[in-house]
């Protein structure tokens, strides 16, 4: 993971070219002596190497203790690697000691996989490991372990609020689909921002600003009148067929110059077609863009699809900028008014969002199931308000067909605490209306709702289930219990249990 500046830039394949396969040991080596593996796996070598004791007089020795004459050692065996840094002159010698030799031989090839690195490292010199660059505003899902890694995955010892690792925003829950439109930039975006990179000319001063920035201009048609009148007043020359402001006559061979300067006025464009359009040599152009690039001036990348674009760092920021504007205003919310019509509409509460008829009152008891309110609230207020002419008998004549049930669903908040104690419904008591065939999913199991019914309830269900719907004579017979006792015992599972209309 690295931390680029401004100034900074360079094509991200030159990455894989930093490790190679006969300077990596070194360079690991290097890295390890500051990593707190080091130090840990010394202590440990010269315990088992009885260097520093774990047991003196009968007593064992207080890790503290044992950790500072291991330290002692180092210094004493190591002396670079216990030094300060400032002290320090050129790269640290590593001593031939048994010990530092197993140390770094087992941070090498215990903790870390060296000769695995090493392997890979061959493969992608050969070519048989193909390496893919790509460049993206976010990090992917295989970069998010070493942005989350815990502070000791680190060779400095910085808290962890001062990571930047920390700082960089990391896009959950994206599903893979959308892995490879993460860094895409708006085509909008791009045409608009170079639109206006492009110089505004309207006059002959403003023709002239522009000279001085591109250096040299083939000739345009719309623009012909404003440079005759600065060659007529000696501001502007033609050279080699371009134009160019009399400052610039001494830069007009510089591909460099001509570079910065084209690079700074348009969006993405290839080394290619800048050579073509200002009929350079194609060479001099690429050797221009690298030092531009070198610089941090410019950078490289697939902007619009085209492969090996470059684009000046201020306009591509500047389109990604216009690209993450126009991503929120796709999802900007809605005012509280519209939100409001939306949902009046889609709860046909508005004028001509109505339905009609049996049907009509079918759709709305489908979308409105599984939600509770007081039982005297459905038929004077809720379903009137969203069925034209609403009649009481639709309602009836879908509960008889056996298309729609009712009942509460959530359970009485003082049923636990009443016990068998019964609990009657009211005409402010919650009451849900739903289709017989999403019973199933919105009605609580038997087993988790049993428990606090009464017995004449527990017999009225266990009839029902066993006889299917009955009526209410029937069911006196087939529990044996008195009349009141079986009423009571509906009452006492309505608060649990759905029940068909018409049963009471």
Known sequence: MLSLSDQHSFPLEVIFSYLRPDTVTKVLTDALLAAPMFGARWKWNASRALAVPRFLGGRKVPPPIQRMRADDLLAAVFPDQAACAENLEGEIRIPVHPLVNETIDNCLHEA???????????????????????????????????????????????????????????RRGSPPADASGIGALDPAAIAEVSEQSWPVVRDTD??????????????????????????????????????????????????????????????????????????????????????????????????????????????????????????????????????????????????????????????????LQGYEISAAAWESTVLPGRVHKYDPEWLDRLCLAGEVMWGRLSPHPSLEALGSRKVRPTRVAPLGIFLREDAARLLPAPGETQQSWSHAAKDVLAALEQR?????????????????EVEDGFVGASGRRARHRGWL
Request: a negative charge.
């Open 112 to 170: 870390m996989d060296l000769d695995g690195l090493i392997a890979i490292l061959h493969r992608m010199e050969e070519g048989t490991l193909r390496t893919v660059a790509v460049d993206t505003p976010e990090p992917s899902p295989f970069c998010h372990e070493i942005l989350n890694a815990n502070p000791y995955a680190f060779l400095d010892d910085a808290p962890l609020e001062e990571r930047r690792a920390r700082a960089v925003q990391l």
């Open 206 to 367: 403003e023709l002239h600003d522009a000279l001085l920035t591109l250096v040299v201009l083939p000739p345009m048609d719309e623009w012909r009148g404003y440079y005759d009148e600065l060659a007529g007043a000696g501001r502007a020359s033609t050279v080699g067929g371009h134009w160019v402001a009399t400052e610039r006559l001494d830069r007009a061979g510089d591909v460099l110059a001509i570079a910065r300067g084209w690079a700074d006025s348009i969006g993405p464009f290839t080394a290619a077609g800048l050579a073509e359009r200002l009929s350079l040599a194609l060479s001099d152009v690429e050797i221009a863009l690298a030092q531009l690039e070198g610089e941090g001036l410019i950078l490289r990348g697939n902007f619009t699809g085209r492969e090996h674009e470059f684009c000046h760092r201020r306009i591509l920021a500047r389109i990604h900028r216009q690209t993450l504007g126009r991503l929120r205003r796709e999802i900007e919310p809605v005012s509280s008014a519209d939100f409001m019509r939306f949902l009046c509409r889609w709860q046909h509460l508005s004028p001509g969002a109505k339905l009609h008829g049996v049907d009509g009152l079918y759709q709305v008891l489908k979308q």
């Open 468 to 484: 299917g719907a009955s009526f209410f004579h029937d069911l006196v017979r087939a529990t044996g219990r008195l009349a009141s």
